[in-house]
């Protein structure tokens, strides 16, 4: 049973570009959600999708997007990358009050 | 707004002895509370979690924790302490809303060092 796989494992970008994170859930999870984590700190809640929908969003701005497909995999969009947009970022799955479960994140860097 | 304070940047210990691991929140409701555990370079693991019933929680590796409302504390505990036990902990809470845990909400994690 494969859990919460991210693609790509590491990326580098330049400053304005746009990057698309993959992410597809624990078999049975209908629930995604995406965290940044900035090197030397907790990670911090993005969004996260249900039915694909947004459902419930942090405190980051429009540039960062979303999308949830039927198969409940889900995409990570940032639009105008910044340097300060340099993290691992975090897909986690889950299904009503089961456990929450992470991949192993995708880098990304920023130059 | 939730949130969640973990007081120890850096714990070291040695191999064998014991650990605790400090966790305070801050939420309005009854929290959904979860520990997780990150080695370098990797994702987070989940240790153990609090959703209701009994207040210690037992967990994976060794690992428990127990909710004390009073407090507003989620202390990670571990008798003896492995080696491979070194990595970086979280305890993070969770936005309970129709029996599922919505948001969570980190601490800034505690790093900890396990002496040979």
Redesign the interface.
């Known amino acids: 049973d494969a859990g919460?796989t991210q693609s790509p494992t590491h990326l580098i970008k330049t400053r304005g570009q746009q990057v698309t994170l993959r992410c597809s859930p624990k078999s049975g999870h209908d629930?995604v959600?995406w965290?940044q984590q900035a090197l030397g700190?907790?990670?911090?809640?993005i969004f996260?999708y249900y039915e694909e929908e947004e459902?419930?969003r942090?405190n980051f701005p429009d540039r960062f997007s979303g999308h949830q497909y039927p198969n409940y995999s889900s995409e990570l969009n940032v639009n105008a990358l910044l340097l300060g947009d340099s993290a691992l970022y975090?897909c986690?799955s889950?299904l009503?009050?089961n456990?929450?479960?992470?991949?192993?994140?995708s880098w990304l860097t920023v130059v | 707004a939730q949130s969640?304070t973990q007081p120890d940047i850096h714990i070291t210990v040695s191999e064998g002895a014991s650990l605790e691991l400090r966790c305070n929140y801050s939420y309005g409701a009854t929290p959904y509370l979860?520990w997780?555990v990150q080695s370098p370079g990797?994702?987070?693991?989940?240790l153990l979690?609090y959703?209701s019933g009994d207040t210690l929680v037992q967990g994976i590796k060794g690992f428990e924790a127990e909710f004390k409302r009073s407090q507003s504390s989620f202390n990670l505990r571990k008798p003896s302490v492995h080696w491979s036990d070194a990595a970086e902990y979280?305890c993070?809470v969770?936005e309970s809303s129709s029996?599922?845990?919505?948001?969570?909400?980190?601490?800034?994690?505690t790093q900890l060092t396990v002496l040979p």
Do not use: N
Request: net charge positive.
């Open positions: 919460v629930t959600s965290y700190q907790g990670p911090q809640f996260q459902r419930q942090g975090l986690a889950s009503l009050r456990t929450i479960y992470f991949g192993e994140g | 969640v979860f997780y990797q994702g987070l693991q989940l979690k959703f979280f993070a969770g029996g599922s845990a919505r948001q969570l909400t980190f601490g800034s994690g």
